[in-house]
């Protein structure tokens, strides 16, 4: 069954502390993009990668870092200096970067801070 | 330059009416508009895109009607039906070798039965 995978579904973070927010798809895909979603803004595109071990910073990159070691797995980690991190985070995938196929969306990992 | 505009921000229907959400942007190298569902909790599922080298598209109730010389493009749901209470995304594309993607903010669509 192939997709793309986000875990967890829902994660509590106390104010301070990092956390790492996990994506993975199996769709052989080259590309792969994090967004933001927050009510009335509609998504803001955080990190984006085209291929393993290169990435480029989004529209609002501050406050946050990504990895992309395999090319199946792309983690965002959400640190102390975002100062507003509560939202819906959703990772998309993309055939690859010369593709002319567009973007598919994981399930979503919705970042609570208490 | 970047933006697109995206309204209504909510919309109510009656079942079996028409849905209509309008999109505007400024920047004319957008070159590609796709339009994205999401229903509650979940991740937005790509509906239907368009090209600006064409008018219209129609797949299945859901036809995209684009005007470049506007710079608009709106998507119509036709004979709407409770299943498609949503939150529809409009976005564009400038560069398809990235993929990145500006988004609207976002209609909800309410369609009562």
């Known amino acids: 069954d192939g997709g793309i995978t986000q875990s967890p579904k829902y994660l509590f973070r106390k104010e301070g502390q990092n956390v790492t927010l996990s994506c993975e798809q199996n769709l052989n895909h080259d590309a792969m993009y994090w967004y933001r979603q927050d009510p009335g803004q509609g998504l803001r595109l955080i990190y984006y990668?085209?291929?393993?071990?290169?990435?480029q910073k989004g529209d609002i990159a501050e406050g946050y870092s990504v990895s992309r070691e395999k090319k199946e797995s792309f983690p965002l980690t959400v640190t102390s200096a975002q100062k507003n991190p509560t939202a819906f985070y959703l990772c998309?995938?993309?055939?690859?970067?010369?593709?002319?196929?567009?973007?598919?969306f994981g399930p979503g990992t919705r970042l609570t801070v208490l | 330059q970047q933006q697109v505009k995206q309204s209504p921000q909510s919309l109510i229907v009656q079942k079996g009416g028409i849905s209509i959400i309008n999109c505007a942007y400024e920047?004319?190298?957008?070159?590609?508009f796709p339009w994205y569902q999401q229903f509650p909790g979940k991740g937005p599922a790509l509906l239907i895109a368009i090209r600006p080298d064409v008018s219209e598209k129609k797949e299945g109730r859901f036809t995209i009607s684009f005007n470049k010389s506007a710079k608009q493009f709106s998507l119509h749901i036709m004979d709407s039906q409770p299943g498609d209470s949503a939150t529809y995304f409009c976005a564009a594309s400038t560069n398809l070798s990235t993929g990145k993607l500006i988004f609207g903010q976002g209609t909800t669509l309410q369609v009562k039965p």
């Open positions: 920047n004319t190298a957008f070159d590609y």
């Open positions: 990668s085209q291929i393993v071990n290169d990435f």
């Open positions: 998309a995938s993309r055939l690859a970067a010369t593709s002319t196929d567009t973007q598919y």
